[in-house]
């Protein structure tokens, strides 16, 4: 996942070869971005596969601290992909980079617990 996150910089489409389930490419792209300090959008292309999405390439665009624009070449791309077949899907991940304040209340606020 990170190798293809990597791939898929510039306006480039990398592919996953296989295809991977909807929730590990969203675990990666949590996984990828998490401790980031600038935004990301993260563009899936997959298809529908039972009750998951195959996602079998990606976009990947990188913003600032506090925004990150869609690039007209990924924007015709994810709606032209959409549109070609029925069961095509495209998944959008963001993210939000660490603030001191979410930092905070992550570690300060006390966790509750299923007893």
């Known amino acids: 996942m990170r190798e293809a996150l990597r791939r898929a910089k510039d306006g480039k489409l990398a592919r996953f070869r296989p295809p991977v389930n909807r929730n590990g490419f969203l675990l990666g792209c949590l ?4 401790l980031r300090s ?3 959008l993260i563009v899936g292309y997959g298809f529908k596969y039972g009750a998951t999405t195959k996602i079998e390439s990606v976009h990947h665009v990188t913003g600032g601290a506090n925004s990150v624009a869609i690039p007209p ?4 791309a994810l709606w032209d992909y959409y549109s070609q077949h029925e069961s095509n899907e495209v998944i959008l991940f963001h993210n939000h980079p660490q ?6 209340r992550r570690h300060a606020l006390p966790r509750l617990h299923a007893g």
Not at 31 to 34: A, L, V
Not at 73 to 76: E, G, I, K, L
Not at 99 to 104: E, F, N
């Open 38 to 40: 600038e935004e990301h």
């Open 73 to 76: 070449n990924v924007a015709n």
């Open 99 to 104: 603030t001191p304040i979410a930092v905070y």
């Open 31 to 34: 996984d990828y971005t998490e």
